[in-house]
């Protein structure tokens, strides 16, 4: 994955509160018997921790950027991103936005942007506070995505994905498929309580790994606001294979393997490995979202 080495980034979309504290966010999560479960649970990507049984009805507002907010300073360009991690994530939410902004307009609806907080350890949210144990994760509360980076470490060292720059873009475009989810009013079919292959919390998973790889398609040909040219210059195949390979180390069958030695369908809440790469797939290869109807 190469950005356009010219493009400007449009840091406004990343609120980088690395290395705040947060005041009076409550350490409900921290540790023992809670902190297990949210590590167990919240090994992939969830659609805000309230579903994982972690504090709610917390009215901390998310930290508020600090003097260590990096990105607005480090990350300028697509050489940037070219460079640094935390500049690469930048772009792909530039690109993921900027794909989705253009998407609506052509159905003549209204795209809302929303940012993606990088934070660390923990934060509190409009879904309550959340650990870093329970990664990435999409808020429908305050319309934000969740994102400690060290998350990406994990992926590899935990979860056994070969990584990879565009295994960390399948991650945060997963998590901006819940939004368009929840701006197209389907989100909310995931919190009807129950779990399973045929579940609803499956069926949207699914559809947001479809929504991935559909903008995966198009991201070589979305166009960038500051240049008019696409952010993103290529994409390779060993790129979408990365993606694929992420997507199929946080399949629930995978991670039930190796996190509780065994696999319990009925227990599902996100797909099988081999689910998850089918639909990042159909979405990649048809690159239309009319094409991510899991629920049929
Ligand atoms: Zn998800």
């Known amino acids: 994955m190469q950005f356009d080495d010219d493009a400007q980034l ?39 921790p309230d579903n994982l049984g972690l504090s709610s009805g917390s009215d901390q507002p998310a930290a508020t950027a600090s003097s260590l907010a990096q990105v607005q300073q480090t990350c ?3 050489q940037d991103a070219n460079a640094k991690d935390d500049c690469r994530m930048v772009a792909v939410v530039n690109s993921v936005q900027d794909f989705w902004d253009q998407e609506f307009a052509r159905r003549s609806a209204r795209y809302t942007r929303s940012p993606t907080v990088f934070f660390s350890q923990q934060i509190g949210t409009a879904c309550g506070t959340a650990t870093s144990a329970v990664g990435p994760f999409y808020c429908p509360g305050d319309r934000k995505v969740y994102l400690d980076l060290g998350f990406f470490d994990e992926l590899r060292s935990k979860f056994g994905a070969s990584g990879g720059a565009f295994a960390q873009a399948y ?36 559809q947001a790994d479809c929504y991935a790889g559909v903008w995966a398609h198009h991201a070589t040909t979305t166009k960038d606001e500051s240049t008019g040219r696409p952010l993103i210059t290529s994409l390779t195949n060993a790129d979408i294979r990365d993606g694929l390979d992420a997507a199929a180390a946080v399949g629930d069958d995978r991670i039930q393997e190796r996190f509780q030695g065994r696999v319990t369908p009925e227990t599902w809440t996100h797909g099988s490995a081999q689910q998850r790469q089918q ?18």
């Open 10 to 48: 449009d840091t406004s979309e990343v609120q980088d509160v690395r290395g705040s504290r947060i005041p009076g966010g409550r350490a409900t999560v921290g540790g023992g018997l809670a902190g297990l479960i949210a590590l167990l649970l919240g090994l992939f990507f969830g659609v805000g």
């Open 76 to 78: 300028r360009t697509g």
């Open 171 to 206: 991650v945060v475009a997963h998590e901006y498929g819940h939004h368009v989810q929840d701006l197209m009013g389907t989100l909310s079919r995931s919190q009807d309580g129950r779990t399973g292959a045929n579940s609803n919390a499956v069926k949207v998973e699914l």
């Open 279 to 296: 639909w990042f797939d159909q979405g990649y290869r048809s690159g239309d979202m009319a094409q991510c109807n899991t629920f049929r």
